[in-house]
């Protein structure tokens, strides 16, 4: 899979165009799934700064994948 900037500059474009081509190309190619997954991510690394902000004095946030989990410190 590898990143967006590993794929796009692969086959090491010289020219503007040819860089723009392997753009559209990756962009293009991006799944579904893997735009859930990333959506998903932001969101609960998202949360986590609100609920860090939030609960700072008090509570320990605890990312462990796709769970939050929280900790009365």
């Known amino acids: 899979m590898g990143t967006l900037k590993h794929r796009v500059h692969k086959n090491n474009p010289h020219m503007i165009e040819e ?3 392997n753009i559209r190309r990756e962009i293009v190619s991006i799944s579904v799934t893997e735009l859930r997954r990333v959506n998903a991510n ?3 690394r998202y949360l986590e700064c609100i609920l860090i902000l939030i609960f700072s004095s008090s509570y320990t946030v605890v990312h462990m994948s796709d769970k939050l989990n929280f900790k009365l410190v």
């Open 19 to 21: 860089l723009k081509q």
């Open 42 to 44: 932001f969101l609960i």
